[in-house]
């Protein structure tokens, strides 16, 4: 009260006997604040708690790296295993498959050829052969097909589709005195054959054809049988390793496919912006601390760097050390690292005009301690939203550049080999593009969200917003 | 400063290609002396690199002269840029420029709607955008428009219909990015003080959502959009090569491949130029946009 009275008249002597010594931990302290004294990383951590989205989005990417490290080691495959009977196989916990006697031995039937008197003089495309059937059990390790003679003809054509629309690819040629063919070539389960039988002549293939639909019963080999079953035997009926995810076009597991392919996508995605960031850190906080010449001409490298075309700096380098993770990684250090050092920079040259960096100057400090005490503790957080959203970016990069072949050599894989893979084979396997699509959409999907929450947790604007 | 960069770059890029172990005759099949020397001769290879250098400079700036590229023999780089260059640029601005559309639409779109359905709808797809590939895009695009629904060309290059599909898949990316950006900035430029000054005013709520609103909050978004024009053009190869367009992509990538020392320098000046150019353009545009900025 009578404080006031004092500063009235402008002479205010505050009495020692007004103060009482606080300590900094003293917590009566929080209540006259508003609200407990906290640092600024537990407040952030605190607002990214809150945040649902960026919480899921880290939990994925904890359990995606754990299953890429746990999912390849539990599997009885490894990513480049091929089963080439058992080529694109829809997702399955594993199928009956019926062991060949593996001692079957087509015989080509032959019969005398008659010479037609009036079929030779014909100038036309001639009959086609009638009766077309299958002999026997069509069995995916090979469908036999036995045909009515033509008579004065050249030879027989046998087509296959897939579709009654076309006619497909000829398999083959048959001489015109055999009237069966044996097809063993690369038959799939559950798929349903057409097959076409033309006679042809020097005038061409005969018309109006019979079309034969097979569905072939999965089968396969004893000695492949074995493989999976030691003790499998011709004639019985076994169950093949379950595919979790199906597929590839080569038999190959398309879980262990990608599980391996997100551990390096995932291990790339990781190290090259860990290290480019790293080094943008060094580049930025020289050049925004020195500030000036140095500044400039620091700045007109990094906008060189940024303006050579990509392309040309990747397919240089893996010239130079080969095709491989390692030069992958290089590669992207050496594309992007210009970028961060710009936006670092950026910074640091906002926090140089800073008071605390006054008084550390004032106060005799060297360079690297204010760099190190003072200017990267306040670029943290912009170098952990840097972070976070490089990540998705060069698993993108990754994936683009294993794409179009100039990344991850194959029998080796990752999410771009994967894709490519798929993405030949969309029309008819859909899912073989669709899955590791999927993959690279989720894993984007939370390393974004996760840095938009980290990026609004760490903004001192919105603190107290709710 | 733009000569300057492109000189620079244009410097960079020769270094970085005769680095490269090996030269663009060195990879075919075996060949006489004579005619290596005779070829050597023709493309100036024999002649000391600064020479070399200082000709090719001097060419390409004097006279914008590129050469005659080593893999298709006697086809001069000028040539291959004036018949290709136009798929890809027309792909690249449609893409561009409907995402930028599109994504401002979007963003005002959500930022209106702060909140609601609309708004959730606008931010999944922004999403979405940002997390799937071009080139996965692509495929998705081209079996349900074109091979399901029908509607629109598998690929190829000509009319109007062809160039949806690629520049949906380019644009993708750009258009979410954009979008974001927009509702953000909308949402930050709703608390300014103007705001209130044109409500004030008594101005209609259209008034003051097109002259005051959109138009503050779209120059963050500009400011954006010329460096995002590199990552277009990255992307453009793949696409490109899924639909079957007639572009400079393949030549780029064939050429750095094959190391065919002309077509590469040619293209990455060229590259270089037009990007310098669109963000060029882009800042005029700014200008436009926001009379505050001076052309100096």
């Known amino acids: 009260m009578n404080k006031t009275a004092a500063q009235n008249d402008g002479n205010f002597n505050p009495s020692p006997d007004l103060f009482v010594p606080v300590s900094i931990d003293d917590q009566s302290l929080d209540g006259i604040l508003g609200r407990p004294s906290i640092s600024y990383w ?43 009977w058992n080529k694109h196989s829809p997702p399955s916990f594993g199928e009956d498959v019926y062991v060949d006697s593996g001692d079957y031995v087509f015989q080509p039937k032959t019969t005398e050829q008659v010479i037609d008197e009036s079929a030779e003089a014909a100038i036309d495309v001639p009959a ?35 579709s009654t629309d076309t006619l497909g690819i000829p398999l083959d040629d048959v001489p015109a005195d055999r009237i069966n063919y044996f097809d063993t070539s690369s038959l799939s389960k559950g798929v349903t054959y057409y097959y076409v039988i033309t006679a042809f002549n020097m005038f061409g293939d005969s018309m109006d054809t019979e079309i034969l639909t097979v569905k072939p019963r999965f089968a396969i080999q004893p000695d492949v049988a ?7 035997q011709p004639g019985s009926i076994i169950k093949t390793k379950a595919h979790y995810l199906g597929t590839d076009y080569l038999g190959r597991d398309m879980l262990a496919r990608i599980m391996i392919g997100a551990r390096v996508s995932l291990f790339i995605g990781f190290a090259a912006p860990i290290l480019y960031i790293l080094f943008g850190i060094i580049y930025g906080s020289v050049s925004g601390y020195f500030g000036g010449l140095v500044d400039d001409l620091m700045m007109r490298i990094t906008d060189i760097v940024a303006t050579v075309p990509e392309l040309l700096v990747i397919i240089i380098l893996q010239v130079v050390l080969g095709n491989g993770v390692t030069t992958l990684i290089i590669a992207l250090v050496a594309v992007s690292w210009a970028r961060s050092a710009r936006q670092i920079r950026g910074e640091v040259l906002r926090l140089r005009e800073m008071e605390f ?26 170098v952990l939203v840097l972070l976070t959203l490089a990540v998705p970016s060069a698993i993108f990069t990754e994936a683009f550049l294993s794409f179009i072949g100039l990344g991850i050599e194959p029998p080796m894989t990752s999410w771009g080999i994967v894709t490519k893979e798929g993405a030949a084979v969309f029309v008819t396997y859909p899912l073989e593009l669709l899955i590791p699509s999927l993959m690279i959409c989720l894993t984007m999907l939370a390393f974004n969200l996760l840095g938009d929450g980290l990026r609004d947790a760490l903004d001192p604007k919105l603190r107290g917003a709710k | 400063m733009a000569v300057v960069t492109l000189y620079l770059v244009a410097t960079a890029t020769f ?6 172990p090996g030269n663009p005759l060195q990879q075919e099949k075996a060949m006489s002396a004579v005619i290596r020397q005779n070829l050597e001769e023709k493309y100036g290879l024999n002649k000391p690199l600064l020479q070399q250098y200082t000709t090719y400079m001097s060419n390409m700036f004097l006279k914008a002269d590129f050469g005659i590229s080593f893999k298709q023999v006697n086809r001069p780089v000028n040539k291959i840029i004036a018949e290709h260059f136009m798929p890809s640029a027309t792909l690249g601005v449609m893409a561009l420029f409907g995402a930028l559309v599109f994504g401002v639409i979007l963003g005002v779109f959500a930022a209106l709607n702060r909140n609601g359905i609309p708004d959730m709808f606008a931010m999944v797809l922004a999403v979405l955008g940002v997390s799937i590939p071009s080139f996965c ?15 629109l060309p598998v690929g190829g290059w000509g009319g109007f219909a062809e160039t949806l599909l690629p520049a949906m898949s380019l644009g993708m990316i750009v258009m979410a990015s954009m979008a974001r950006l927009m509702r953000s900035s909308m949402l930050e430029v709703v608390q300014q003080d103007y705001m209130k000054t044109a409500k004030a005013k008594g101005l209609s709520r259209l008034q003051i959502i097109l002259k005051h609103q959109i138009r503050n909050a779209v120059l963050p978004v500009m400011i954006y959009f010329g460096p995002l024009f590199a990552t277009i053009t990255t992307g453009s190869f793949v696409i490109e090569s899924i639909f079957g367009i007639p572009g400079l992509g393949q030549f780029f990538v064939n050429a750095v491949n094959e190391l065919d020392y002309t077509v590469i320098m040619g293209l990455t000046v060229f590259y270089s130029g037009f990007t310098i150019l669109i963000i060029l353009v882009n800042d005029l545009l700014l200008a436009v946009v926001d009379p505050r900025i001076r052309l100096a």
């Open chain 1, 128 to 162: 086609s052969p009638k009766n077309v059937r299958v002999v026997g059990e069509p069995r995916t390790t090979g469908i036999e097909i036995e045909w009515d003679q033509v008579s004065g003809i050249d030879g027989y054509r046998v087509y296959r589709s897939i």
């Open chain 2, 15 to 20: 270094i970085l290609m005769h680095a490269v």
């Open chain 1, 42 to 84: 537990q407040d952030a951590w605190m607002r990214l708690r809150r945040n649902k989205t960026a919480i899921v989005s880290a939990l994925y990417i904890v359990v995606l790296s754990l299953c890429a490290i746990i999912i390849p080691m539990s599997l009885d495959y490894s990513h480049d295993q091929q089963e080439i």
């Open chain 1, 226 to 232: 074995r493989a999976i079953d030691p003790n499998a």
């Open chain 2, 137 to 151: 895009l692509a495929y998705f695009l081209q079996h349900i428009f074109a091979l399901q629904l029908g509607i």
């Open chain 1, 357 to 382: 960096v006054h008084a550390a100057k004032v106060l005799g400090t060297g360079f690297f301690t204010i760099v190190a005490r003072h200017l990267l503790p306040n670029v943290m957080g912009t």
